[in-house]
């Protein structure tokens, strides 16, 4: 992978970990439920984790 690559893939990653905090924070205040809102962050950073290894993976 070269910089231009991993660069793309770090940025994906913060933009995706900041979307899915936001989303988990504002669901699990609306719900009252921190148990909601650690389960939506988690997938999330399952999902993120998966996406920008791909990413990574496909590019080298």
């Keep these: 992978m070269d910089w231009q690559g991993q660069k793309l893939s770090e940025q994906l990653m913060q933009i995706l970990l900041v979307l899915f905090a936001t989303v ?5 205040y609306l719900m009252g439920s921190f148990q909601i809102m650690l389960f939506i962050y ?16 496909k590019k080298s």
Excluded: D, S
């Design 42 to 57: 988690a997938a999330g950073v399952i999902l993120t984790t998966l996406i920008t290894e791909r990413c990574q993976l």
């Design 24 to 28: 988990a924070f504002v669901t699990g």
